[in-house]
């Protein structure tokens, strides 16, 4: 990429804050043996920070490293807690933002599992188009309500009337934002009245909580809630809200199509400090947690709970070798039985982590506490489950 000026606002004046070299660049690969695992593809993350807008982003992304094809998985939907959040996000656009009698598109939709909800609300009649160039399926759904293209959506979709697209954790894998929201707003040309929801983690959590699993490869553009606003400004946007939602972690905007660009530089004082101060700890989080999973060690075998992004990178940061954490807890039955990218760590079910002899897990996102402790419990399987936040 070696990228001298920030994606969004163009400003020269870039702060480096965090590098790390021969890091995986697929956190959420699906791969069959240690050996392979061991072997993958592997990258540079080199984060910086544009001084002026806040915007955080990867200046070595390599692009051509990266194939979401069939052996990445990113599947969320297997946590009854992550579906009803999916849920209420559904409820409030139907309900809260009259998202009904609407052409839906939305930019990414995987197995079109959030879309489908959209399209099968009750009394929503809405009927979705979903855009995905690794979509693998039926094209059609729901009687022809639901329709799915295995390509990008881009300025040749002019022939779909969208009153609304939804782009949910798709901006932050993409090394230049702008050209994604301008090939948006190119292909509603025709649909000036659209209304566009987007989702995104936000880098102020990342940073004001130290949680040094969330930074990886594959999220090569991070966005503070100004630095999103602006990159819609200036790509042709009124910006509605942007809120902070699932507990902090994302950023959830709405916007509108705009004929004037209107993008004053937002302040981004803040967020350079929580930079600064990051930097300075990082290495010394590092070094507890070793210190915490060798003392945790004592009393039994050690795994994490979280085969996503955020356990791969944790696993990768704190135990390359193996040597203190067992295995990887996940629900997703299609990563159980694979291994965690880079390390080779194996993937389990809940049910494998009494015949392995584990003690403790470490959970890698505290949103889903409750919802396993209590699988663990009706399970009846004994189980120190902790979070970073303890």
Known sequence: MNQHHCPVCENAQLRPF?????VPVHQNLVVNSQEAARTVTRGELDLVICDACGFVFNQAFDLSRLSYGEDYDNTQSCSAYFDAYLDGLVRDMVECQGVRNCTIVEIGCGKGHFLKKLVNYPGANNTGFGFDPSYVGPLTDLG?????????YDQSCTDIAADVVVCRHVIE?????????????????????ARVFFET??????LRHRVIWDFFYEHCSLFTAESLGLAFRRAGFAVKQVEHIFGGQYLWLEACVADVDEASLPMAGETVRLVTAYATDEQKLRDDWLARLRDLGKNGKVALWGAGAKGATFANLVDPQCALIDCVVDLNPNKQGRFIPGTGHPIVSPADLPGRGVCTAILMNP????ENLQLLAEAGIELNLIDWSE
């Open 201 to 206: 983690p936000c880098v102020e959590w990342i």
């Open 367 to 370: 949103n889903y506490r409750q």
């Open 173 to 193: 894998h993409v090394p230049e934002p702008l050209e994604i929201l301008h090939s948006v707003r190119t292909a509603l040309e025709s649909s000036l009245k």
């Open 18 to 22: 965090l590098r790390r070299f021969q």
């Open 144 to 152: 022809g309500q639901l329709q799915f293209r295995p390509c990008y």
